[in-house]
């Protein structure tokens, strides 16, 4: 079955990395876009960043540019999200999802995958 599935998440102290994947099965990126997304309890889901499938172009929210990298492997169908310099407000569930155009809207993301908690702290 298609289906997306993040991992990678966890707990890392103020001014660490991780990186999270996104398993994209049945999702060639070639013609899907992936965005990664973020939401803390009492807030909207928030787009972080994104990458076209046409040509691997990227898109980045401010909060985030300069930290975050996204990156994707054709070969092994996965999308990556590598997360330096983490603060506390980067504390949220993470999640990756799948459509035609690569926008940072999440309302225009029709398949998603249910999330990996990353949690920021001391």
């Known amino acids: 079955q298609a289906q997306l599935v993040e991992s990678g998440g966890g707990l890392v102290q103020p001014g660490g990395s991780l990186r999270l994947s996104c398993d994209a099965s049945?999702?060639?990126?070639?013609?899907?876009?992936i965005g990664w997304f973020r939401q803390v309890p009492g807030k909207e889901r928030e787009g972080i960043s994104c990458?076209?499938?046409?040509?691997?172009?990227?898109l980045y929210s401010d909060a985030v540019k300069g930290r975050f990298t996204i990156s994707r492997d054709m070969a092994k169908n996965m999308v990556y999200l590598q997360m330096t310099s983490l603060k506390p407000e980067d504390t949220a569930t993470y999640y990756c999802?799948?459509?035609?155009?690569?926008?940072?809207?999440?309302?225009?993301?029709?398949?998603w995958g249910q999330g990996t908690q990353v949690t920021v702290s001391s």
């Open positions: 999802a799948a459509d035609a155009i690569a926008t940072l809207t999440p309302w225009r993301y029709v398949y």
């Open positions: 049945g999702f060639p990126l070639n013609r899907y876009a």
């Open positions: 990458i076209s499938a046409s040509d691997g172009s990227t």
